[in-house]
């Protein structure tokens, strides 16, 4: 099996990410109580919840107290799922109602960004598209729209090259499409 841990220091407590065999475990009870939330009742809720109750795991991590180092078993759920698990929290506490709307702003970017701006290049594109048919249509190589059609052309693949990145960040997110 292989096993490393890294951390994310959250409000100013460390969050324990478990990578084993290329699946990352965050513990439950640190997300707690930096959200400043209860933690014992979190997990209750996560055990018993209908999706998140089969895919809680135990994990052994090593932790400091009083300056020793000790193994820990934790409860934690794989990243697949904890972000999900985030927005069922409930909780009057300011620091949970915080992250919430930063997330709900994270997403809302994410998404009408992605949206909105690959439809706009779309239908960018596809104008130029039209235009170049239309230049091509009536062009004789000694023509002066000859290189307004080149400035079509490279605008047109301007255009294709955003579409690309775009996709390419939304292929770098895999946990948003897969599965």
């Not at 400043?36 to 998140?52: G, M, Q, Y």
């Amino acid at each position: 099996m292989n096993k490393h841990e890294k951390f994310l220091e959250f409000n100013g407590k460390n969050i324990v990410f478990l990578n084993i065999d290329g699946v990352y475990w965050i513990a439950l009870k640190p997300i707690c109580e930096a959200l400043n939330i209860d933690a014992f009742r979190s997990i209750k809720n996560v055990k018993s919840d209908p999706i998140l109750g089969s895919e809680w795991s135990k994990q052994t991590t090593q932790v400091s107290k009083n300056g020793k180092k000790q193994l820990r078993n934790v409860t934690c759920l794989s990243e697949k799922y904890i972000y999900g698990w985030l927005f069922s929290l409930r909780s009057d506490s300011k620091e949970l109602i915080e992250y919430k709307r930063t997330c709900y702003e994270l997403l809302y970017n994410h998404f009408h960004g992605t949206i909105t701006n690959r439809k706009e290049i779309l239908l960018e594109r596809n104008k130029i598209d039209d235009e170049i048919f239309l230049i091509k249509k009536s062009l004789k190589e000694e023509d002066d729209k000859y290189q307004e059609l080149e400035n079509l052309i490279t605008k047109r693949k301007a255009l294709s090259n955003q579409l690309n990145i775009i996709d390419k960040e939304l292929v770098k997110q895999p946990e948003l499409f897969s599965n």
